[in-house]
């Protein structure tokens, strides 16, 4: 079992002739994602590596009525329309690969995918995979094995260091999942939380915040709930206020979104928190009972 994605879970791409949706589309065939389709206005007809292109979402469904979930490549200014399509068309997970989709946008998108009980994930990701099952997203397979510690970050580049460090330590990742980096995301820390936490083959849970935003703040109450072992980790404690940290979403403005904020709140709900990344295997191994069963 893993979250959101495994290894029957049918995809689709939007966006697909793009060029990074055409290169990352062939990446995940070859790591045996089961994409079925793709979409792209006009291109209708054509295909992109064997996948076969429509020119709707619905269209795309028509045909491959078991698709449940669709990776969104498309430019900023269409990812809404695109993002809204798919959920109107019945696609139960959309996972926005697009960055810096406009705010207003996204409120939008927010209210729709609540509306149809959809999870909207990003924008901004690179992605989620449950290792040796799936992968949807840009997420580098290198970086990932089979385990049972789930993740779920805002940064991409922290989510493949931390897989990287847990499966150094003889760990491994049931499944990672990118939030993503822009100011309003289609869902939160804590609607990942709530699906680790319901997942029998994850043992503990590592989340990796930003400053910026109040996501990690948010998921704090629910954190004091869960059954699992929780480690965080809050990036940018030395950035200054008022400048930007890599994201648009990581930015401090007057007293909220502070490193201090979120690592308060989060410790204060019995997470675990890392000082530096370095320090997130070894808490995992400290709260953890890890049986040679589980690798």
Known sequence: MAIIIDENTETIVQGITGKNAELHTMFMLEYGTRVVGGVTPGKGGYSVHGVPVYDTVKECLFA???????SVWVPARFAKDAILEAIYAGIKTV??????????????????????????IGGNTPGVISPGKSLVGMLPKIAFSPGRIGTVARSGAITYYIANSLNLTGLGEST???LGGDPILGCNFEDILKMFDADTETTAVVLAGEIGGVYEEIAAPFIKKMSKPLVAFIAGKAAPQGKRLGHAGAIIEGELGTADSKIKALKEAGALIANTLSEIPKLVKKVVDISTSYI
């Open 64 to 70: 491959h009525p078991n698709a449940t979930v669709s």
């Open 95 to 120: 996972i926005v690969i697009t960055e810096r989709i406009p705010i207003h946008d996204m409120l939008i998108v927010r209210k729709a995918a609540k509306e149809n009980n959809t999870l909207v």
């Open 176 to 178: 990672s999942v990118g």
